[in-house]
Nanobody, 121 residues
């Protein structure tokens, strides 16, 4: 069974940095676009950053220039380097990935369990 497991969240002061990691476990054929989403209390879950298997990236406007998404295809891991953090970045951050379990199968979208990021002012 495929699982995405996030790590690296925590409490940081405004202006600080954190790096999130999302490791994939289980057996699968291929992994395509991976990304990070976040959900603050009382708000919808929003895209933060995505990265294709080839390395093309896309960022939400609020994090452009401050966050960097990267991936290691050999390790099936995606990262989110967050710099110049602001209190409004406080949220639960979720890892997301499009995964094909078998060569002939369909691509399925998976979510991690989330990791809390809290930025104090």
């Amino acid at each position: 069974q495929v699982q995405l497991v996030e790590s690296g969240g925590g409490l940081v002061q405004s202006g600080g940095s954190l790096k999130l990691s999302c490791a994939t476990s289980g057996s699968f054929s291929n992994m395509y676009t991976m990304g990070w989403y976040r959900q603050a209390p009382g708000k919808q879950r929003d895209m933060v950053a995505t990265i294709t298997r080839g390395g093309s990236t896309n960022y939400a406007d609020p994090v452009k220039g401050r966050f960097t998404v990267s991936r290691d295809n050999a390790k099936n891991t995606v990262y989110l380097q967050m710099d110049s953090l602001k209190p409004e970045d406080t949220a639960v951050y979720y890892c997301n990935a499009d995964i094909k379990l078998t060569y002939w199968g369909n691509t399925v979208n998976y979510w991690g369990q989330g990791t809390q990021v809290t930025v104090s002012s």
